[in-house]
């Protein structure tokens, strides 16, 4: 499979994603966010790495302030685009934030802690096109298939079943979450 399909089901998830109603967008991240807490893998970690959701993604600000009142402890990816890698830094308060390009909202740096990966128990990985052995299509810039190449710890993606194909396009440096979890069901 070719890098031209991966990037047409990205368009056409774009696509989807940006024309769902408020209502639905809403409804569908009150399931995810609840079957999220009743995971075994939330209850257990005490630290969750999560991105800060922007536009059509998934909105993760509930999920962090869960976290927050549970007592876990979260990290915020920071990215390098000249490495295409990402850094995570301790998020203790929405005043750490900066907005950077593309209006993403990252923590600033000399106002977090950074850490190292193996410090994140539970990564939740964002991503616009799934299946069921839970390999991904992102947003096309590679970070956090560089980030998990070496992540030691448990990965799960929240994913609106209407973002389930059979099979995603792979390639070599592809890798899959360990657990997806739907707003049907948690599998």
Same mark, same amino acid.
């Given at each position: 499979?070719?890098?031209?399909?991966?990037?047409?089901?990205?368009?056409?998830?774009?696509? +989807?994603?940006?024309?769902?109603?408020?209502?639905? !967008?809403?409804? /569908? @991240?009150?399931? *995810?966010?609840?079957? %999220?807490?009743?995971?075994?893998?939330?209850?257990?970690?005490?630290?969750?790495?999560?991105?800060?959701?922007?536009?059509?993604?998934?909105?993760?600000?509930?999920?962090?302030?869960?976290?927050?009142?549970?007592?876990?402890?979260?990290?915020?990816?920071?990215?390098?685009?000249?490495?295409?890698?990402?850094?995570?830094?301790?998020?203790?308060?929405?005043?750490?934030?900066?907005?950077?390009?593309?209006?993403?909202?990252?923590? +600033?740096?000399?106002?977090?802690?950074?850490?190292? !990966?193996?410090? /994140? @128990?539970?990564? *939740?990985?964002?991503? %616009?096109?799934?299946?069921?052995?839970?390999?991904?299509?992102?947003?096309?810039?590679?970070?956090?298939?560089?980030?998990?190449?070496?992540?030691?710890?448990?990965?799960?993606?929240?994913?609106?079943?209407?973002?389930?194909?059979?099979?995603?396009?792979?390639?070599?440096?592809?890798?899959?979450?360990?657990?997806?979890?739907?707003?049907?069901?948690?599998?």
């Amino acid at each position: 499979m070719d890098a031209l399909q991966k990037s047409e089901l990205r368009k056409e998830m774009i696509s +989807k994603l940006k024309n769902m109603t408020a209502e639905m !967008k809403q409804e /569908i @991240e009150g399931q *995810l966010a609840a079957n %999220l807490y009743q995971s075994e893998v939330w209850q257990c970690a005490k630290s969750i790495g999560i991105t800060i959701s922007q536009g059509m993604e998934w909105n993760t600000k509930p999920i962090i302030e869960k976290a927050w009142d549970e007592g876990k402890i979260v990290y915020v990816p920071k990215c390098l685009p000249k490495q295409k890698q990402l850094i995570f830094y301790r998020f203790e308060s929405y005043d750490q934030l900066e907005v950077v390009y593309y209006n993403l909202q990252e923590p +600033k740096a000399d106002e977090t802690l950074r850490v190292e !990966k193996d410090v /994140i @128990e539970l990564l *939740l990985v964002p991503g %616009l096109v799934f299946d069921e052995r839970g390999y991904r299509i992102g947003f096309g810039g590679g970070y956090y298939d560089r980030f998990l190449i070496d992540f030691p710890n448990q990965t799960i993606s929240l994913v609106a079943t209407f973002q389930l194909i059979d099979q995603v396009p792979t390639e070599a440096f592809d890798i899959p979450v360990e657990q997806i979890i739907t707003e049907k069901t948690c599998q």
